[in-house]
Structures are given as C-alpha cells and as structure tokens.
C-alpha cells in the first residue's frame, strides 16, 4: 500500500504532537519509526489508520484519505493489519476465534454460526491451517487467550494481524517485552509476506533490521534512511542517548 502524510500538523489536548511531518511510503516497504517516549510514534500510526484527524495536511493511503468518510475508512480498515504492544486480543474466547474474527466484516449468517459453535467455516481452513503453520500456534488454537503466554499471545497477534492478507501492516511496539530471540522471530513473522509494514520500535536490533528508520523527535521528522549505528543516535535522541535504547 503506498502511504503519502503531507504537512501532517496533529495538536492534541492544546499541545502538538506531529508537526510539518511529510513522508511517503511504497508498496511493500517494510520501515521502521524510532524516537523517545513521547515523541509521536503512535499518533503518526494513529493518522495513518484514521483514527486521529490531523489539524492541517493531508493524508492518503492508496489515494484514499481515510478522514474523508466513514466509508473511506472502513474499506481501507479492511486492507490493514494492526499488532499492538499490550495486544488486544479478546479475552475469554480462543485463540481461532480471535483470528477468525479479524475478518468477520466477510462473515456470512452461517459462518457466524459456525465460529460461535466453535468449528472453522470451511473457506477459511486452508488459510488457518497456513497461519496456524507458520506462526507455530497450532497448540494453543483452542485455548482461551487469557491462558497463553505473552509470547504465544504475540504469535496469535500476528497471525490475526496477517489472516485477512492485509495489504499494510501497522505495528506499535509489537516487539517489546519479548526476549531477543523472540522478538527477532517476531519481527521475521511480520516482516515476511510482503506487505508494507510500518513498526515503531525502542530497540535499534530491532531497527537495524529495516532497510529504511524514520525518526521521530518533538512531533517532527529528524532521521529518514539507512540506520548505520550509534552515530545516528545523537540526532535522534539527543541528550537522552541511550536511557530507552537496546544498544
Ligand atoms: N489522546 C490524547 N490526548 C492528549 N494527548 C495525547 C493523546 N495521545 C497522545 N497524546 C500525547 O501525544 C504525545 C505523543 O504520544 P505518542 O503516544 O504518539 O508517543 P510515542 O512516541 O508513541 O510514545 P511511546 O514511545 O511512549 O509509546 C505524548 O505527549 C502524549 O502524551
């Protein structure tokens, strides 16, 4: 999905948060968005998906503006995978639940009738049994998600994320909390399949796995590249080098 934010001006309980922001991002590009807590990580994420309205500028996504209508909204929500840091998985149904319903929007009458008696409406079993494979979650698809661990919760997160084959992947600190070894495979997870992914991130591992790092700092654009190392990380972070980064 291609994604153009032009000028993007976001003010937020009378303060600013985004300021002058203008990036575009190609189909298929896999970026990462570093900068200090409170920088406007989320919120540039939050613009993206049309969930917060920028004062001034313009955002488009595919060409559509998603503040334009609801319609406009809902049929670009559909192309998008969203996977959180505190995930939002739906307590007290399972994990196949959970991921079947990130498409309920295509859900027919008999479908609905056949996810709440627990069964997997047969147009969508091949690609369960895909995800299911790939995300190694196979184990856990019955259980209740309050009974996982956090990093099979985070699995079962990317696989709804991805079920649908959302065209643009939106991920906001979906690594962090995890161990180094998980949160790279994490990363893989959402990195393979070739949708554009966008991911904030305190964890320049991390980081250095994208071909491209924006950063964000006082609501505005400071680093847009290749991310080479510590050098970088003055520009970014200032005096506060180091206090919030994995080196
Ligand atoms: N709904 C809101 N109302 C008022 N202020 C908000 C709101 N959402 C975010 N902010 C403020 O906007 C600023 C940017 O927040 P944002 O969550 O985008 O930062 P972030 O870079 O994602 O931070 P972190 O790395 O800690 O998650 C912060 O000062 C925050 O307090």
Not at 91 to 104: D, E, H, M, P, Y
Not at 147 to 170: D, E, H, I, K, T
Not at 203 to 209: C, M, Y
Request: glycine share 10%.
């Amino acid at each position: 999905m291609r994604i153009e934010l032009r000028d993007i001006h976001v003010t937020l309980a009378d303060r600013p948060v985004l300021t002058e922001v203008g990036l575009s991002f190609r189909e298929g590009e896999q970026v990462a968005i570093l900068g200090p807590s409170g920088a406007g990580k989320t919120t540039l994420l939050r613009v993206i998906v049309g969930a917060v309205a920028p004062q001034r500028g313009a955002v488009l996504v595919d060409g559509i503006d998603p503040h334009a209508s609801r319609a406009a909204l809902t049929m670009l929500r559909r192309s998008i995978g969203c996977v959180r840091q505190r995930d939002d998985l739906v307590r007290g149904v399972t994990a196949r639940t959970n991921i079947l319903a990130s498409v309920a929007y295509q859900w027919r009458l008999r479908d609905w009738g056949s996810v709440l008696l627990g069964n997997v409406p047969r147009r969508y079993r091949d690609r369960l049994a895909e995800v299911t494979m790939r995300y190694e979650i196979a184990e856990v698809l019955a259980a209740p998600v309050e009974r996982l661990s956090g990093g099979q919760r985070q699995r079962v997160a990317v696989a709804r994320a991805v079920f649908g084959r959302p065209r643009l992947l939106l991920a906001d600190e979906s690594t962090s909390g995890l161990d180094p070894v998980r949160a790279t495979r994490a990363l893989d997870d959402l990195q393979y399949g070739g949708a554009t992914l966008i991911a904030t991130t305190h964890d320049l591992r991390i980081a250095q796995r994208f071909p491209r790092v924006i950063a964000l700092r006082d609501g505005a654009v400071v680093f847009d590249g290749g991310f080479t190392g510590p050098a970088d990380l003055r520009r970014i972070y200032g005096d506060d080098t180091g206090t919030e980064t994995v080196a």
